[in-house]
């Protein structure tokens, strides 16, 4: 036997070993792994942009969550999106019939009855009188919760204000 002969032999079989084979895979496997084209990224559609508005008791009460409407509730003057609530505050949550209503007084007594929410549409806002300290302690903790975590879409203004809607 030769020494080119027997060059030949090792060289053959040292390249074409099992593992030399599987060694060599994984490093194509790696190397296009590494190398092949990314998938475009896709950016999150974003809704439509919520513009600050004034909002009425008679504008606000068609944002309760029908249909394809959002869900809005006012909390001290302020006009909250709840939707990202929607299974609280939406149709049959456990808070809806605050949808589309002013909730400060429900809120700070801690009540869901209808008796909670402002009846004439077209009067006064609620001005909370009557509440007691504590009552208005828990209205500063649900409006500090809602500020945490919801948007602020608007203000609450009573009909006539020079300031509402016309």
């Known amino acids: ?11 053959r079989a040292s390249i074409a070993s099992p593992i030399n084979l599987v060694l060599f895979s994984l490093f194509v496997i790696v190397v296009y792994m590494h190398f092949r084209p990314k998938p475009p990224v896709t950016l999150p559609t974003d809704s439509a942009p919520v513009v600050f508005r004034t909002f009425t008791p008679t504008s606000l009460i068609e944002f309760n969550g029908q249909g394809d409407k959002p869900v809005y509730l006012a909390v001290r003057g302020k006009v909250f999106d709840v939707t990202p609530g929607r299974n609280f505050y939406g149709p049959g949550g456990p808070y809806e019939n ?11 007594c801690q009540s869901f009855d209808d008796e909670m929410l402002t009846k004439d549409l077209k009067g006064p806002l609620d001005d909370l009188q009557g509440l007691d300290e504590e009552q208005l302690e828990n209205l500063g903790g649900w409006e500090e919760r809602f500020l945490e975590k919801y948007l602020v879409v608007g203000k609450l203004v009573a009909e006539g204000d020079p300031e509402a809607p016309k």
């Open 1 to 11: 036997m030769t020494i080119t002969r027997l060059l030949r032999l090792v060289a």
């Open 98 to 108: 605050f949808a589309g209503r002013d909730a400060s007084r429900g809120l700070a």
